[in-house]
């Protein structure tokens, strides 16, 4: 929470000294891959492979060709499998756990220069809103792992994706004349993701936070 607070508060006071220039806003698209993972939640865990696409706008501040204000709106693949490397044959190894978000990140973003191709740095809040949760092979020793199985006696324990979750994230590209870009970025979750596996025997009380790392291609329209 400390992080998301500092960030936040970075970015707002970064925008206060800006001038928006609205009026020179520039729309694109971008597609991409996700490799995610939750900290702390099932046994066993192992990254999840899933997809991401979206809307952009870019948004100048100040006069220069340099710094922008770029919110996006995205379909975010997120959670995690149970493929864990040195867990091949446990129960549960097969198991997905899918969590797909309608994802609004809001970046700060920063050109090296005023060049027309040139490297940048993004960083700034994501919030993800939960559209759906799909869980497979859920192992046979911990069923509650599936979010549609009920504990009996213990209704509290699931496993549950939060409907609402955030995050911070930071990461670099390179723009091929202000309008195809790459962008390697890592979101760092700040919330817990599955709240009702704090309940599990013998389980960790630390937040269940996802983790992100992705790959994007975006085209800028002039």
Same mark, same amino acid.
Do not use: C
């Given at each position: 929470?400390?992080?998301?607070?500092?960030?936040s508060?970075l970015?707002?006071?970064?925008?206060?000294?800006? &001038?928006i220039?609205?009026?020179?806003?520039?729309?694109?698209?971008?597609?991409?891959? /996700?490799?995610?993972?939750?900290? /702390?939640?099932? /046994?066993?865990?192992?990254k999840?492979?899933?997809?991401?696409?979206?809307?952009?706008?870019?948004?100048?501040?100040?006069?220069?060709? &340099?710094f922008?204000?770029?919110?996006?709106?995205? !379909?975010?693949?997120?959670g995690?499998?149970?493929?864990?490397?040195?867990?091949?044959?446990?129960?549960?190894y097969?198991?997905?756990?899918?969590?797909? !978000?309608?994802?609004?990140p809001?970046?700060? $973003?920063?050109?090296?220069?005023?060049?027309?191709?040139?490297?940048?740095?993004?960083?700034?809040?994501?919030?993800?809103?939960?559209?759906? &949760? $799909?869980? $497979?092979?859920a192992?046979?020793?911990?069923? +509650? +792992?599936?979010?549609? +199985?009920?504990?009996?006696? /213990?209704?509290?324990?699931?496993?549950?994706?939060?409907?609402?979750?955030?995050?911070?994230?930071?990461?670099v590209?390179?723009?091929?004349?202000? &309008?195809?870009e790459?962008?390697?970025?890592?979101?760092?979750?700040?919330?817990?993701?599955?709240?009702?596996l704090?309940?599990?025997?013998?389980?960790?009380d630390?937040?269940?936070?996802?983790?992100?790392?992705?790959?994007?291609l975006s +085209?800028?329209?002039?």
């Amino acid at each position: 929470m400390k992080k998301f607070l500092l960030a936040s508060a970075l970015a707002f006071s970064t925008l206060s000294f800006a &001038q928006i220039d609205l009026k020179s806003t520039r729309f694109g698209v971008s597609v991409g891959g /996700n490799y995610s993972g939750v900290k /702390n939640a099932h /046994n066993p865990s192992g990254k999840r492979f899933a997809v991401q696409a979206g809307v952009l706008a870019l948004i100048p501040l100040g006069k220069s060709n &340099q710094f922008f204000l770029q919110p996006e709106v995205q !379909y975010f693949g997120a959670g995690e499998t149970g493929k864990n490397k040195d867990a091949k044959g446990v129960d549960g190894y097969d198991a997905v756990y899918a969590n797909n !978000y309608l994802s609004v990140p809001i970046n700060f $973003k920063a050109y090296f220069s005023e060049a027309e191709s040139e490297f940048f740095g993004v960083i700034g809040p994501r919030f993800n809103f939960l559209l759906n &949760q $799909k869980v $497979k092979n859920a192992p046979i020793s911990r069923p +509650y +792992y599936d979010p549609d +199985y009920e504990v009996p006696g /213990n209704p509290q324990l699931n496993g549950k994706a939060s409907s609402f979750n955030f995050g911070v994230g930071l990461g670099v590209g390179y723009s091929y004349k202000r &309008q195809l870009e790459l962008t390697a970025r890592y979101d760092f979750g700040l919330s817990d993701t599955y709240p009702g596996l704090k309940h599990e025997p013998k389980g960790s009380d630390k937040s269940k936070s996802e983790q992100v790392l992705s790959l994007s291609l975006s +085209y800028i329209f002039k």
